[in-house]
């Protein structure tokens, strides 16, 4: 079952801060987060996984509740660069990365 | 990450037509996924390539419709058979992170299908 993100579209000026969750009703191995410009492939920004480890390439920043099954990734000091639709990836096991995606935030940073 | 290429990079085809995608990848990778992504949707999975054997089709998805071939450890193929203006998406090909951790997916740059 997909996961359910929210909110579904976010509208921010330069320099706010946002927050962009992600909810599954299944229990969850791990959670990927992407960002996908206009015509581009989505890229890969963040792992989360059970037992707390974090990765990422980004100065953005993300939790996960493995309790609550939710995921958040926090975009503070938002750029113009920030722009795009961002979407979870959820693996509900450790075997071979099958990621259900979410029906994606889209995010418009503005000057 | 692994350098990953498609072709074409986007076609315009007459409905009831096949069109072949091809995803290569500069790097060994275990696990190669096609998905599909309508204009303003998520990304839907539409099978795992497996090497040396049948892909791995999700609901809804049929080998007839979409066949996938995988002959080796960085190059797989999809094929739209038969198409129709509902195929009119954009494709994506993604790929493990690394052959040994494969901790996440990197993602071709897509394939833009219209069909008419």
């Known amino acids: 079952q997909q996961p359910v993100q929210s909110p579904q579209a976010v509208i921010l000026r330069e320099g706010e801060d946002a927050v962009i969750n992600c909810s599954s009703s299944?229990?969850?191995?791990?959670v990927h987060w992407y960002r996908q410009k206009h015509g581009e492939a989505p890229v890969f920004l963040m792992i989360?996984?059970?037992?707390?480890e974090q990765k990422g390439h980004e100065k953005i920043s993300a939790s996960f509740n493995e309790k609550k099954q939710q995921s958040s990734l926090y975009l503070t000091a938002s750029q113009l660069s920030y722009s795009g639709t961002y979407f979870c990836g959820t693996a509900n096991n450790n075997a071979g990365n099958m990621l259900t995606f979410g029906g994606g935030t889209r995010l418009m940073v503005k000057p | 990450s692994a350098v990953i290429s498609q072709k074409p990079s986007r076609d315009i085809c007459q409905r009831g037509t096949s069109l072949t995608i091809q995803c290569q990848v500069d790097s060994q990778v275990t696990m190669m996924f096609w998905y599909r992504q309508q204009p303003g949707q998520s990304l839907t999975l539409i099978a795992t390539a497996n090497q040396g054997s049948e892909a791995t089709y999700e609901s809804g998805f049929v080998i007839d419709k979409f066949p996938i071939s995988r002959p080796n450890l960085t190059f797989s193929t999809l094929t739209v058979s038969n198409m129709s203006p509902e195929d009119s998406s954009i494709y994506l090909c993604?790929?493990?992170?690394?052959?040994?951790?494969?901790?996440?997916?990197?993602f071709g740059p897509g394939t833009r299908l219209l069909v008419l």
């Open positions: 993604s790929v493990d992170s690394d052959r040994v951790s494969r901790e996440t997916q990197y």
């Open positions: 989360l996984l059970k037992g707390g």
């Open positions: 299944k229990a969850l191995y791990s």
